[in-house]
């Protein structure tokens, strides 16, 4: 459980500051390190390298699935690289490979303890989005939204969640989503929220991820 009389001294600006640069730096660390590991694979495939094909097919996928579930880590570009790859068959891979992926982040954040966002969250100071957290704790699925929709700042925000699966698409389909996570950031916030059941977040995404393969698998060859 959560414990809101857990009290912190107040920290300083600079310290405050300080420790969101961190968080941002460490962000940043993790996908450009991301993008810097993926270029250096190298996936052209010549006639001598028939033999082992199968096994870089493999350990693409295994690593398009790792980089797609972890947030901000670029994992598009070894989906593209498969399906332009294997063609057709290429697509349909990425695509049953992404949807297992996402499912994983979207597990992942509903089985993560809220008390370890609050005290994350605590220790960035953020006192308004802690305290969301804990007031958020025992609640259902309904009770979430309603509570979430009284206390919305802006008139925009009640609109998103009442359109939640229309903006999670919308998101995952958003050129350079990565800003805000990627597609596994966004399935990991999803998770979290607790206002989508997993029933539900499988079918959308089965709908929203689906455009690109599709494309790919009709035209790609």
């Known amino acids: 459980m959560i414990d809101p009389n857990h009290t912190q001294a107040e920290p300083s600006r600079l310290a405050r500051y300080l420790k969101i640069v961190l968080i941002i730096c460490l962000i940043a660390a993790f996908h450009f390190g991301g993008t810097w590991f993926v270029h250096q694979m190298n996936f052209q495939l010549f006639p001598r390298h028939d033999s082992i094909l199968n ?18 880590m670029p ?3 070894i989906g593209l690289a498969l399906m332009f790859m294997l063609g057709n068959k290429g697509a349909l ?21 809220p008390r370890l966002v609050y005290r994350f969250l605590k220790w960035l100071h953020l006192s308004k989005a802690s305290t969301l957290v804990y007031q958020l704790e025992s609640l259902d699925q309904q009770e979430r939204l309603k509570f979430l929709n009284e206390k919305m700042p802006t008139k925009a925000a009640p609109l998103l969640l009442n359109y939640r699966y229309l903006t999670i698409a919308a998101a995952l389909n958003l050129p350079g989503n990565a800003l805000i996570g990627g597609g596994g950031g966004i399935s990991l916030v999803v998770g979290m929220s ?12 089965a709908i929203a991820i689906a455009p690109v393969p599709l494309w790919f698998f009709l035209y790609g060859s």
């Open 55 to 72: 096994t870089i097919v493999l350990g693409a996928i295994f690593l398009y699935i790792l980089l797609m579930a972890i947030p901000f």
């Open 75 to 77: 994992g598009i570009e």
């Open 93 to 113: 891979l990425v695509y049953l490979c992404t949807l297992a992926a996402l499912s994983i982040s979207f597990v992942v954040g509903k089985t993560i303890p």
């Open 194 to 205: 607790k206002i989508v059941p997993f029933h539900s977040f499988i079918l959308l995404l």
